[in-house]
């Protein structure tokens, strides 16, 4: 995670998208955590983010209330596991995950 939007300026906090892709893991353990998940998750944690801050001054409450970077984790989860289950992204990190094992190399003990 730490690896991920390194820039000194980056908007991403590496610490929600490290509980964000966590909880995800836990709640799907037959995927559990795949390498470039954390691409989805931040870009959909960074979208969040600037649609929070970008929120102009005179929007109704009813609607400026859905924009709170109070429920930015959150909703990224909500997002990520909707990309990864409803939209099958999860079968496709799966798939990913099977075929490398099949072509790991076995370690020999002797």
Known sequence: IKRTYVSADSEVPHHTLFMVLAMWRWQNPLVGYQQGMHEIAGNILLML????????????????????LAYVEADTYMLFDAFMNELGLAELFAASSVANQKNATPTSRG
């Open 49 to 68: 983010k600037r649609a929070c801050e970008g929120v102009p001054k005179n929007t109704p409450p009813e609607v400026a209330q859905c924009a709170n």
